[in-house]
């Protein structure tokens, strides 16, 4: 039992691994060469050269997707408890919320640009907008599925739209809001990647945009494994937030 | 004007405008404390006629009266139960059945002072069904019957003078729902409130209610209306009476007339 349970554990180490020894074979046996596709040693031999500036830029990046993350998880609980508690908001906000979240969000740069100058701010409202969408689906959807019968209980003991918000529709909704989150902060590295790749001077997106222009391709590596570190990281802190605070809906599926 | 606790006027109902009646023209009077019983084929508009007296959808035509005034919104202080228990996850039974007190005037500003006092009456409604024990457990730690025990704990935690019960127990195991009459009939006895029980398992109808009707297939209309004087309390021999399953014969050939019709 006990070592089922840490093979179970090792297993996402051992995968991560057994990519890389895959990769570096790869590389290595049909000898590509490392403006290609450079291997994982080099990659992280480089990276380990650069640490100094990989860690200022990434530091960076970290920052602007939390920042841009959290206008996004204000925002998209605000509109979610909006649309789901509401037959006519939701009907109103449906189709410009889908048209919008069909907008490449890389098309928005240069208009952000135009308005906010090249740096920070456009990278973290380009996180922000590309990570709300899921948040607000998520809570409009908890909000919208309560069960008829438990609204009638509700309302015939006197309960006003607000009470049956707080005492179920929100707490009901949890399980929905957690599981998006972690869609939505691994979206919003990507929105503040791009923005940093295409208008700014700091950043893991601007690092491997400028290392790509030296053709120092095991750099631009070294900067996506730090990116998707990154998103692994936060996915974990999210998903171990979500276990804590509802349990109920994870029953009897303890080690999930 | 008479002294029932709930009446209905000519209530006529259909969905929305233009449909065809959903429910025909419907006269009912129940006497506070009555515990009366509505039968018939599925689909017939019974669970609309909950929704109706608990003010939750208006009548079309006709009105509603509850303890003397017009019903014209969701009533504050009705008792409800369904086939499905509807109790919150996240939530221990406990407070489960506390809930309506967090909803409830007066008890929902006096609960976070009192709360011991609270809990303890719940405490003892939870024991009186046999959930002692079972209080800090989760819903999905009970059974199915536990479950709607905790539910019919939940619909009389405040004392409401109407109980509405839609097929509470049409979900349940013969023996447990057997039981949970036994339960219900307890509760009532000690201390009557005014049951409407919406139910299509008719020796349900003979065991429970003081008054049976049976209503036609839509659109919805009140065929018969049965008193039902078997002596109480009723118990499992009850069921094995004459004049038990006379009344329980009586009534599936209503029904049957009105499958046929």
């Not at chain 2, 009266?65 to 509807?86: C, H, R, W, Y």
């Not at chain 2, 709607?148 to 109980?163: G, K, M, T, V, W």
Request: proline share 6%; aromatic share 10%.
């Amino acid at each position: 039992m006990k070592k089922k349970l840490n093979l179970r554990k090792a297993t996402p180490w051992l995968s991560a691994i057994g990519l890389f020894v895959l990769w570096e074979l790869i590389v290595r046996i049909f000898n590509i060469p490392p403006y290609v596709l450079p291997t994982p040693s080099e990659s992280i031999i480089v990276g380990w050269q650069f640490h100094e500036a990989i860690w200022m830029h990434a530091y960076h990046t970290l920052y602007t997707t939390l920042a841009g993350f959290a206008i996004a998880v204000v925002f998209g609980v605000v509109l979610g408890a909006l649309v789901g508690s509401s037959r006519a908001i939701y009907d109103a906000a449906n189709p410009l919320l889908v048209g919008f979240n069909s907008v490449p969000k890389v098309a928005l740069v240069p208009v952000l640009v135009m308005w906010f100058g090249i740096g920070t701010v456009p990278a973290i409202i380009t996180a922000f907008l590309i990570s709300f969408f899921p948040i607000v689906v998520n809570v409009a959807t908890g909000l919208a599925t309560l069960e008829p019968e438990l609204r009638d209980v509700l309302r015939s003991l006197g309960a006003t739209r607000r009470d049956i918000l707080i005492k179920v529709g929100f707490p009901r909704a949890m399980p929905y809001f957690f599981a998006s989150l972690k869609v939505a902060i691994t979206l919003a590295f990507v929105g503040s990647v791009i923005s940093e790749t295409v208008a700014s001077n700091v950043g893991v997106g601007y690092l491997m945009l400028s290392a790509s222009s030296k053709f120092n391709m095991p750099l631009v590596f070294a900067g996506l494994l730090v990116i998707a570190v990154m998103g692994i990281a936060m996915y974990e802190i999210f998903n171990v937030i979500e276990r804590r605070s509802t349990k109920w809906a994870n029953r009897g599926n303890p080690t999930n | 004007m008479s002294k029932s606790f709930v009446e209905l006027n000519d209530v006529k109902l259909r969905y929305s405008e233009g449909d065809e009646l959903a429910l025909e023209t419907t006269n009912m009077k129940i006497d506070k404390g009555e515990f009366i019983a509505v039968v018939g084929p599925s689909g017939c508009g019974k669970s609309s006629l909950l929704k109706l007296v608990s003010g939750l959808m208006p009548p079309s035509e006709g009105n509603v009266i509850v303890d003397g005034k017009e019903v014209s919104g969701p009533l504050k202080i009705v008792g409800m139960a369904f086939q499905n228990p509807t109790l919150l996850p996240w939530r221990t039974t406990l407070d489960n059945v506390l809930l309506p007190m967090e909803i409830v005037k007066p008890h929902r500003n006096r609960l976070r002072k009192h709360r011991a006092e609270y809990e303890e009456s719940a405490r003892k409604l939870l024991a009186t069904v046999g959930l002692e024990g079972h209080e800090d457990k989760y819903p999905w730690e009970l059974s199915g019957g536990m479950q709607q025990r905790a539910s019919l704990c939940r619909s009389l935690i405040h004392e409401p003078d109407l109980l509405m019960l839609d097929e509470p127990f049409g979900a349940l195991d013969a023996f447990t729902r057997e039981e949970l009459w036994d339960i219900l009939q307890n509760l009532w006895m000690i201390k009557p409130f005014t049951v409407i029980l919406v139910t299509h398992d008719l020796r349900e109808a003979a065991y429970l209610a003081d008054t049976i009707y049976v209503m036609s297939k839509r659109p919805g209309k009140i065929l018969v209306e049965r008193e039902n004087t078997l002596p109480r309390p009723r118990d499992q021999e009850t069921t094995f009476t004459q004049p038990f399953t006379d009344l329980v014969h009586e009534l599936r050939s209503h029904i049957r007339d009105v499958r046929e019709a």
